[in-house]
DNA sequence: CACAAATATGATTCAAACTAATAATATTTA
DNA sequence: TAAATATTATTAGTTTGAATCATATTTGTG
């Protein structure tokens, strides 16, 4: 009841600004809504004023709320500074970071992640390696990169794992497609089918692999490296795509295309930054890490960030 | 042991930093030293970096230390100003704080407090209750004032008292004076003399109303309004003077006069500021206490801030 | 070298902060 | 308009960790 401020406070206020609701604040502070129920409430005691109306939703913040939103926002922001600063003091000068990446729609949001993250590490050497891997965690074992972007865990693989966040995966249909019909596409859907896809191996499809290979079908396949060009061959009724909702979703609102969820439970794809455990604990790369999960948190519409 | 940083540690080492070691930076912020020890190790385990060397006194900051003291300047005054906007939307705007003053050398010491409240309630009326009162406190009952500064407390008031700060008074002789001798002056040594002082009541003397008086003391009196005058008639031999010892430790330094500790015990005066309880909520009106506490402790040399 | 001052350590205590379960309230959907 | 779904508040119980007390260790000083 007469406990002071601390930043715990300023870091909850803030998830309540961004996600609007308080089970969502607590989501993205590791908490239970309860927990952010009593500190907030107890905030409030504490300073003798509400902070926020709950009543309406996104629930707005009052005068007093907005002027510690706007602590926090100067706040926070300063803390982090100094505690990277601290990160390069104890730990001596930051090394290097080759990322290798399995999938193509991932520099989507690599890029801006990247930018967001040189401005904060500016000694640290920042590359992709280059190409598309069949096994990227094999270049890790061979030194060859310090991060891999993946999108299954395999836990017989010595390394360590960072959840990054999961999105949805649609099925792409020309308008008056037959299939567009339904209201959502099976696998068998898929069967009779031209599969348009990036040209990578089956393996790294999440359709493929968590949808039509269990389901032993394997359409015919057509490939293109730009997500436009895959549009464009469905617009023009060369076939069928599955692709990241976040990724087409303009193109959707466009009406350039219509899309259909994959299965009754729907298709979900995860991703994962892998690294080597001798490097998993360095703080130059855990805060890449977290880089990636707030600049893709802010850019791409309707991802879930991954709990640990 | 994986505590992530709070505005508490941020406190704790501005006090480390300002006094220059655990036990008293301990004392600043209210906490045992075994406690701030702890603290501090935690902190340094988080980070995997010390903040400063022990070995030596004052203790030395790290180059990781001063980071964090850096960023503890830039965000603490942030915290205090937002929690004063918040006091003001909470209580509404604030009112008038007439301030009612028995001693006279309070106004050394209040008046840099009252230049830097302003900063910070600018809305705020500012004034001092003028003349010199017999019974300050009187006037709180009265409404003619908001705050009394006092050296004792009246647990018969019905006021609520505020701690402010201790210091020690000092007798005061000319070079060469006989009872310069001695190492310390006892009442008895009072008697003979003639005591100079402010033009204020015997109650309102510490020297008499602590020492004097019980010993059935009664010395001839000689009065100034003005410290300085106090000094020029020691220095001529016209009588003795008890004062604060940080009111004239320039002019010790200056061998102007010198100065001896009164009784074996040393004499010390205390200091407290009184409202009606009634105001004692305010947070304008606590915000003023604390000033008072912040500015003397960084202005006044060898005083000592009062425990609540 | 011994002593005082300052800091570190370990055990214990206790309140703050969290979770879980559930009730109350609002919002959306049928 | 009722039922289903989300969201927040409340109550009670548990956990955790920060502070204290007591004591040991270290460091500076006469």
């Known amino acids: 009841m007469q406990s002071p401020l601390e930043?715990?406070?300023?870091?909850?206020?803030?998830a309540l600004a961004d996600?609007?609701?308080?089970?969502?604040?607590?989501?993205?502070?590791?908490l239970t809504q309860s927990a952010l129920s009593h500190q907030l409430k107890a905030l409030e005691d504490h300073y003798g004023t509400a902070l926020f109306e709950r009543k309406t939703l996104p629930l707005k913040l009052t005068a007093a709320g907005k002027r510690l939103i706007s602590l926090a926002e100067t706040v926070l922001p300063a803390v982090g500074a100094a505690e990277r600063d601290l990160a390069r003091i104890a730990f001596g000068e930051a090394g290097q970071l080759r990322i290798?990446?399995?999938?193509?729609?991932?520099?989507?949001?690599?890029?801006?992640?990247?930018?967001c993250y040189r401005e904060r590490w500016p000694e640290v050497e920042l590359d992709i390696v280059s190409g598309f891997h069949a096994d990227p965690i094999g270049l890790l074992h061979e030194d060859r990169a310090d991060l891999a972007i993946?999108?299954?865990?395999?836990?017989?693989?010595?390394?360590r794992y960072f959840p990054l966040f999961s999105y949805e995966v649609v099925a792409l249909l020309a308008h008056g497609h037959p299939l567009a019909a339904k209201p959502y596409l099976s696998a068998e859907d898929f069967a009779a089918e031209t599969l348009i896809s990036y040209p990578v191996p089956d393996d790294m499809l999440d359709l493929i692999r968590q949808v039509l290979r269990p389901a032993g079908i394997q359409p015919k396949r057509r490939t293109s490296e730009l997500t436009i060009a895959i549009l464009q061959l469905v617009a023009s009724r060369r076939g069928i795509a599955a692709l990241p909702q976040w990724a087409v979703q303009p193109y959707l609102d466009r009406g350039?295309?219509?899309?259909?969820?994959?299965?009754?439970?729907?298709?979900?794809?995860?991703?994962?930054?892998?690294?080597?455990?001798?490097?998993?604990?360095?703080?130059?790369?855990?805060?890449?890490?977290d880089v990636m999960r707030e600049t893709s948190q802010l850019n791409l519409p309707g991802i879930v960030l991954l709990a640990e």
Do not use: K, N
């Not at 996600?19 to 590791?30: D, E, F, H, L, Y």
């Not at 991703?271 to 890490?289: H, I, K, N, S």
């Open 7 to 14: 930043l715990r406070h300023l870091r909850t206020l803030l």
């Open 19 to 30: 996600t609007g609701s308080v089970s969502r604040a607590a989501q993205r502070v590791s």
């Open 100 to 115: 290798a990446v399995e999938c193509h729609t991932c520099f989507d949001w690599l890029m801006p992640a990247m930018d």
């Open 150 to 159: 993946v999108s299954e865990r395999d836990e017989a693989e010595a390394v």
């Open 256 to 289: 350039y295309v219509e899309a259909r969820p994959i299965t009754t439970d729907r298709l979900y794809a995860q991703l994962y930054a892998a690294t080597l455990p001798t490097r998993a604990g360095l703080p130059y790369v855990e805060d890449f890490v």
